[in-house]
Nanobody
Framework: QVQLAESGGGLVEAGGSLRLSCAVKGRTFSLYAMGWFRQAPGKEREFVAAIGKKIDTIYYADSVKGRFTISRDNAKNTVYLQMNNLKPEDTAVYYC???????????????????WGQGTQVTVSS
């Protein structure tokens, strides 16, 4: 069983920054690919960023490229999402998820992930 817990959400003004953390309980975290998704009210869950078990494999949604940075610390079983220059349209519940195969076959598809956290709210005011 793999458990994930996000933290770091909150209310921030446009142009501000937040760093989300996702702590993972699992015996082989270093083998997992990890993803961040978000879901705004009335919208489908959308891909934000993903990082492979090899840290040099990273993907971003076009909407966050250049503003968000995904990283991981395998010693701490934690994945991070640094969010800079936040915009009101970034407002959503942010979820982390794990692909226990580590293959990242369809990294932007929620169905490619096996376990999810409970989510953390990010609200960006204009």
């Amino acid at each position: 069983q793999v458990q994930l817990a996000e933290s770091g959400g909150g209310l921030v003004e446009a142009g501000g920054s937040l760093r989300l953390s996702c702590a993972v309980k699992g015996r082989t975290f270093s083998l997992y690919a990890m993803g961040w998704f978000r879901q705004a009210p009335g919208k489908e869950r959308e891909f934000v960023a993903a990082i492979g078990k090899k840290i040099d494999t990273i993907y971003y949604a076009d909407s966050v490229k250049g503003r968000f940075t995904i990283s991981r610390d395998n010693a701490k079983n934690t994945v991070y999402l640094q969010m800079n220059n936040l915009k009101p349209e970034d407002t959503a519940v942010y979820y982390c998820a794990t692909d226990i195969t580590g293959l990242m076959q369809i990294y932007a598809a929620p169905d490619d992930y096996d376990y999810w956290g409970q989510g953390t709210q990010v609200t960006v005011s204009s």
